[in-house]
């Protein structure tokens, strides 16, 4: 089987563009094949194109906090919202959050959705900092554009899947809560380098390949350039393939997600959030 993990932004560019590791699964192992830059997003949209089967992993929010959705009166279900969301601008939909959150009372204003409480991930709904929210307005319209089978939200019987990955939680896996990464020049340091050593030799070990039911295989050449690369894009993205790669061995017990999950607000695949 074929697997993806995607680091995706919402303003990709030379500089910084979606990263996308492609691997190939063969029984319990998991093979890094390719290492792949997506300057636009009307390149993500054409490998959203790409022809099944695969099953890929990409790191943003698949949905929106169900309260939002509620409050704002947006259709009940995840494709009519997402239509919704299509429709709008990018300067549409940042003013309807903005608005809604000056509306709130202080401490209610940023909802979590259920998988981002359990994940210690931020609301979906920032647009600053941790832009999530741009991520999402920019890529789950895509996804639901493109055809493509969206776990939980939005199954369908194509065999191109995708499901919602969360770096960070392998990451804090491997590392805790150490620094591995920064888009700052400034805060770049070779204690990350460290980091990022350390978690690529902790991703090998027995206790992950036991946690994520496989065995990584990576070509020294991308170690190294996983370890020198300082904004840790392609990193996330193997730890997205890795995720990718768990939820396909669970695909007979729902991709690993569990059945109570709000569909409509999505759920990021990782076997710490069982």
Known sequence: MRIFGLDFTSTPGRRKPITCIACTLNGSVL???DYLTIPTLAAFETFLQTPGPWHAALDFPFGQPRKLITNLYWPATWAEYIQLVAAMDKTTFEETLTAY???RAIGDKQHLR???KLAGACSPMMLHRVPVAKMFFQGVPRLLAAGVSVLPCHPTSD???VVEGYPSLVARTCLGRRSYKSDERGKQTPAQADARRTLLNKLSSPELTELYGCVLSI???LVTTLVQ???????DALLCALQAAWSYGQRA????I??????DEGWIVDPGMG
């Open 31 to 33: 093979q890094v094949e």
């Open 101 to 103: 959150r000056q509306s």
């Open 114 to 116: 259920a998988t981002d």
């Open 159 to 161: 065999s191109r899947i």
């Open 219 to 221: 070509p020294e050449t």
């Open 229 to 235: 690369e300082p904004m840790g894009d392609a990193l």
């Open 253 to 256: 017990n729902s991709y690993g």
């Open 258 to 263: 569990p059945t109570w999950c709000d569909r």
